[in-house]
């Protein structure tokens, strides 16, 4: 994860998974309104697991570039069986991944059994996953004084919003709006791997007065004084705020175009219940208004001395 592509590629993935989750939530919510229930993942028309199943094979693919493809002797450890300094990182990014793998092993494991909790398990699950990002980022080896750090520190509150919001879905099944900034912190988190991408490894992007060195196999930007320093956290924490209102203006018009176009449907249908419900109401009403006349007049009948028998000749 620590290069270009390790950044882009993770981000990406999790930028599309965002999305998806995204539009499947509005989508659902904007049909079933009264009756939504928030789902930790969504199956595919054609391959049901299709979701699970690309999340496993990322993983699987982030785990080997960082402990066997990444390294140059393509293998973690050192001669004597011990990590190496410069490899801490690599298994720092493969937890990261392990944990997303075990979330989608266990998540088609449970649906096809059935299980009672499942719904509850797999939020169980993903935040178990999303808890051991920010734990591993929290801790991460590399510099946390540097530019890098700062990218970092960023990220944290993105992943924090996705561990609170899935273990509100616990409790809060039926909140749209709780699975709503779920998917949105997914998709945040996939836009801003990709900038960090382009920011800490593209050197025509990274600030002045900073450098991109190579320290112990590893590129870090690294700047020449603290006021340049000072400048690049500055603009991360601007670029950061420019996601936050572009993600927010997307989100919004997303919800507004879905609701739009899958509300009509059901607003008709609502009408046409409605006025089939006033139609029956006026028509029993109408049953009820003769059946009282009928009745009055039989008893006025009676009390002036005809009978029933009298009336029927």
Known sequence: ??????????????????????????????????????????????LRYLELYLIMLGSSISISMELFIGPEKHQPFDVDGTIPSNHLRNFEHSLISMSFFVYATF??????????????????????????????????STDHAGLEGQYHLLLQTVVVVSLTTTLMGIGLPKSFLVSFVRSLSILSQGAWFVIMGFMLWIPG??????????????????????EALHRAKSLANIQFGWLVIGITIFAVTLYLGLVEKHSKGGEYSSVL??????????????ESLGKNRVEDTKSLLVERGFTPFDMER
Request: with cysteine; charged share 15%; aromatic share 12%.
């Open 273 to 286: 219940s409605k006025e089939f419900e006033e139609t029956r109401e006026e028509s029993s009403d109408g």
């Open 107 to 140: 998540a088609v494991l449970l649906d096809r059994i059935s299980a009672r909790a499942q719904r509850g398990l797999t939020h169980i699950l993903g935040a178990a996953a999303f808890g051991q990002q920010l734990l591993m980022f929290h801790l991460h």
């Open 205 to 226: 992007l990274i600030p002045k007065g900073c450098l991109l060195y190579s320290d112990d196999g590893h590129k870090i930007v690294r700047c020449s004084s603290e």
């Open 1 to 46: 994860m620590g290069s270009f592509l390790g950044h882009v590629l993770p981000g990406i993935a999790f930028f599309i998974l965002g999305l998806w989750h995204l539009f499947n939530h509005t989508k659902l919510y904007s049909l079933q309104s009264n009756s939504y229930i928030s789902s930790p993942w969504f199956p595919a028309t054609k």
